[in-house]
């Protein structure tokens, strides 16, 4: 494939409305339209191709680091499709490739879908928030979101540590020092590490991935930071249960407790098929870590959160099945949708009827 084949490939993203194109040894270009798979009207790919594209996009150290570990992710600022994540991986010991196009302006909240109450929690001067769901949900998009409010409202120092750069943003009240690993940073957890010393305000986890990032976050949220963190977890509680089950004896204690005092609140989210399946539409559970959801957690009953969430809708937090059904009535999505993203489909059948 030559760099003016994958150029038009590229560019052929605002003609899709794509969200992601896969490149895959053995068959078509395939492009994400909707959360929905399209393949393009091309010739299939071959493993030469798409290993010559994928050496004419990496530097020396991001080579040599794909080599090793056998798995890569970079951004890539593309001149028609803006700023692009290129994710590589291997198969049948040849690379493939996957890119995200990540947009060149932030939505406004109305617009994403989110709840009113996240700006508030966003607003907060110090503690956890975190956002939650699986790969593809929007937490990316969320965390954006939540960097470029606090930009636009707060004189303050962000900094932010991804893996890799999504979105740029501008200085406008506050100043924003993104950091990418591989780039500017050698790795998360030096990075978040060195990042205390660059006296921030609100401090920008692209993921919390193993028990020495996790601990230097809660750290950070309980000494006077706003720590925004994505995390690959289905609901609140598994968050939770996630975060925790990092870590053994004493030191499980003491995370359990920083936790139960830094944590500011919880959205778990995912993007479902919209009705007439011309969109994705946002749903989310809201966890607001208030006095009754600091004890469930100090005491480690993750059972009793749902509840907890179920009897704090005045706090503003939302039952990811309660939101699946005002979606499904809202006619936003269909009730076959709601059922299959539903945790417990019976609380939204007995509402039906």
Not at 80 to 101: D, K, W
Not at 125 to 135: H, V
Not at 177 to 197: C, G, K, M, P, W
Request: charge should be negative; glycine fraction near 4%.
């Amino acid at each position: 494939m030559n760099p003016e084949t994958l150029n038009r490939l590229l560019s052929a993203v605002n003609e899709f409305d794509a969200s992601d194109l896969h490149l895959v040894a053995g068959v078509p270009p395939a492009f994400r339209v909707n959360g929905e798979i399209i393949i393009a009207d091309e010739d299939a790919l071959t493993e030469e191709e798409i290993t010559a594209m994928a050496d004419s996009l990496m530097n020396e150290p991001q080579r040599k680091k794909f080599e090793q570990e056998w798995e890569l992710c970079i951004s890539i600022l593309h001149s028609v499709a803006g700023r692009v994540r290129a994710t590589f991986y291997r198969r049948n010991n040849h690379p493939e490739m996957s890119f995200r196009f990540c947009g060149e302006k932030v939505a406004a909240r109305a617009e994403l879908g989110l709840p009113e109450k996240l700006d508030e929690l966003a607003r907060k001067p110090n503690g956890l928030l975190l956002i939650t769901g699986p790969t593809g949900a929007g937490k990316t998009t969320t965390l954006n979101y939540l960097v470029d409010l606090i930009n636009n409202e707060r004189r303050c120092k962000i900094v932010t540590i991804e893996d890799p750069i999504e979105f740029v943003h501008e200085n406008k009240r506050a100043i924003v020092v993104q950091q990418e690993v591989l780039t500017d940073v050698r790795s998360f957890n030096r990075a978040l590490i060195h990042v205390l010393r660059q006296d921030p305000d609100v401090i920008v986890v692209g993921e919390m991935r193993d028990h020495e990032a996790i601990s230097t976050a809660l750290t950070a949220a309980e000494t006077g930071h706003l720590v925004l963190a994505t995390m690959h977890s289905p609901n609140v509680s598994h968050a939770l249960e996630r975060i925790i089950g990092v870590f053994e004896g004493s030191a499980q204690k003491q995370i359990i407790l920083q936790l139960s005092n830094a944590l500011q609140g919880i959205i778990a989210q995912d993007l479902l098929p919209s009705a007439d399946r011309t969109r994705r539409v946002l749903a989310y559970e809201l966890l607001v870590a208030t006095g009754a959801v600091r004890n469930l957690i100090r005491e480690n009953q993750f059972h009793h959160l749902e509840n907890a969430i179920q009897m704090g809708r005045k706090e503003g937090m939302v039952l990811m099945d309660n939101q699946l059904y005002d979606l499904y009535c809202k006619c936003a999505i269909t009730y076959d949708t709601a059922i299959s993203r539903a945790r417990s489909p019976d609380r939204i059948t007995r509402q039906k009827i």
